[in-house]
Every structure is written in C-alpha cells, then in structure tokens.
C-alpha cells in the first residue's frame, strides 16, 4: 500500500547548485513534507539532484551529497531551483548548458517550474522567463534587471505565480510560494495544517510586500505608534459586515490617514485588499469544511451574494465556487 501511494504522490524535485542556500535547499522538503491526506499520508515525494548528481558546496560551509543527477527533472511533476549564493553564476547571468538543457526539456514536458530567492538567476538564465513576470530577492533586483532586461521583475513581490513558472523572494518568501503550491493543489485546510506543523504563518498572499514592517507587540511599535494588529483581529471576527475604511481606522482609533498608513507598513497592503483577501480565504474555508449553500457561504465571507462571491473568486483563483468545493472538498 506504501508503495502505491508514494507512486501517486506529486513527485517534487529539488535543484541544488553550488553554492546552494541551505535554508532554501530545505524549504521544499520541509513544507511539502508537512502536507498530507486525511489518512495522514504524505502528498508529496520530495528528492533532491545535482549536476551529474556530484556533492556540491552549501553557502553555509558543508557539502550536499545527493541521491539523483539531472536525468530526475524530466521524471517529476515539479522542478524547485533552490537559491544560490553569491558566485559568477550571478554576476555573469550563465548557467552550465547541462542545466539549462534539463530544466528547459523539463519545463518542455510540462513539468511545472519553481524558484526560491536567487534560483530565479538560474530559470532566467535558462531562457525560461523571457517576457514573463517574476521577483527575486530585493538585494539583487538591479543586477537582474541588468542581466535579464527581458523579465518582467517585480521586486517587491514575495512571489509571483505564473502558472508553470513560479519564483519567490528570499528566504522565509519560499515557505509562502511552497505553502501557495501546497493551497492552490490541495486546498486551505490542508495548506494551513502543512503551516501548523512547520510553525509557519498560513499565508500570506504573493502581492504582499518584501518590506513589511514588524510591530513589536500589538499595542505599539519600537517607535511608540499604535499598530492595526487589533483591529485586523477584529475584523477577521466580523467579515459578514460592512468593514470600511472608517470603521477600521475609527476602532484602531487613528485618523484615516494614520491608520492606512500603518496598516500598509504592518502588511503590505491596503486595508481595502486585505479585507478582499481575508474574505476569498474565508469563503475558501467555508466551502471545504461545510456544506453551506453557496449563497450563504457569499453572506458568511462578506461579498453579500453569490454572485459577487463567484467574481471575486473567478478573478482571484480563476475557479467558480461551486467547482472549487468539488475539487476540494473531499481532500479537506
């Protein structure tokens, strides 16, 4: 029976090259290990491959020794790119031909392809993101765009999701895409249970900034300036009801402009988009762990009517309520 269901399982490979960042060489095996069926089996086979699957050198001091060469990309249903440290492959915008042989015959097959930090260098380099939209880590944007003037960079992104090709900012950015992969194939409660078990925070949505400002404590900031966290916590109680703009700011007690102010630098976002993205999560919810008529689960989450829900979910995930319980809500 073991056998059986790793042989189903969504089989992940990831790339290490020199000079590879442990802490994304990790992330992949990490978050994708976390997710599991009901029955509380893996989803996900994770397996990790070199060039010519020799040991290459970890920017943290020690060498990785893997079990698969190249020859894996083209046998997987998703191809990471862990980010690489600082080395010519950086500076010269090249990669060796073998990989950029492997990942384009993979990407070719349909396999679906990923990056953490600076592996977005590497799929770049490749030729893979040639008038596509991607980020990377903010320290490396302008050398990128020098590089790769093709690319449509967003810098300020932690992730980018192009359908086949994915990239995200650095470090703690590619738990989020990993987690977003995990949620787009499985759905919310199965993303967020993968998140409990890595002590990670559930989501945070890819258009949410690299520059995030992180209150100290919910009553007031390193610099003595109230924060939104009680307010977002509020709201998130109240998402049936009218949540606007002055509302928000009148329970934080700030002034409109204060508090959109503060809200931005604590999330990255508008009080409006927040509440928009909190909304189509709670929908999500609803709809796999209840069976809610659609139009209740619209009233519940705050859009009013189905058929306001429907378009937002439609523009948000490109699926209908209705066919996305279909799709996950036996998984759930």
């Given at each position: 029976?073991c ?19 442990a ?10 290990g ?12 994770v ?13 943290a001091?020690?060498?990785v020794v ?5 020859e894996?990309?083209?046998s ?23 990989v950029?042989a ?39 944007a ?20 192009d ?24 759905g ?14 559930a ?7 690299q ?15 109230l ?21 928000l ?9 204060t508090?959109?102010?503060r ?14 993205q ?42 209908a ?11 759930g």
């Amino acid at each position: 029976m073991c056998k059986d269901r790793a042989m189903t399982a969504h089989r992940v490979a990831v790339l290490a090259l020199e000079e590879v960042i442990a802490f994304d060489l990790g992330t992949p095996p990490q978050v994708f290990g976390a997710a599991r069926d009901p029955a509380g089996e893996r989803l996900y086979e994770v397996l990790v491959c070199t060039p010519r699957g020799e040991p290459v050198r970890a920017s943290a001091g020690f060498r990785v020794v893997a079990d698969h060469g190249l020859e894996l990309l083209g046998s997987v249903d998703t191809v990471v790119v862990a980010g690489i440290a600082d080395q010519p492959m950086l500076h010269e915008g090249t990669v060796p031909p073998d990989v950029r042989a492997a990942l384009r015959a993979a990407h070719a097959g349909g396999v679906r392809i990923m990056s953490i930090c600076t592996g977005a260098f590497v799929l770049a380099a490749a030729g893979l993101l040639d008038g596509r939209p991607a980020t990377t880590h903010w320290f490396y944007a302008d050398r990128f765009r020098r590089l790769f003037p093709t690319v449509r960079l967003d810098p300020d992104v932690l992730f980018v999701d192009d359908g086949d090709l994915l990239t995200s900012a650095g470090v703690a950015a590619g738990v989020d895409l990993c987690l977003h992969v995990v949620r787009h194939d499985h759905g919310t409660v199965v993303a967020n249970q993968a998140a409990r078990r890595c002590v990670a925070p559930a989501w945070r949505a890819g258009g949410q900034s690299q520059f995030i400002e992180h209150p100290t404590s919910s009553a007031a900031s390193a610099g003595g300036e109230l924060t939104t966290a009680d307010t977002r916590a509020w709201a998130l109680q109240r998402l049936a009801e009218p949540l606007d703009l002055r509302s928000l700011a009148a329970h934080a007690r700030m002034s409109v402009r204060t508090f959109t102010r503060r809200f931005r630098a604590e999330t990255g976002l508008s009080p409006a988009k927040w509440v928009a993205q909190q909304r189509v999560e709670h929908a999500r919810r609803l709809l796999e762990t209840t069976e809610l008529p659609i139009d209740l689960v619209a009233r519940n989450s705050g859009f009013g009517t189905a058929s306001a829900m429907r378009q937002q979910l439609g523009s948000t995930l490109g699926i209908a309520p209705s066919a996305y319980r279909n799709t996950f809500r036996a998984t759930g």
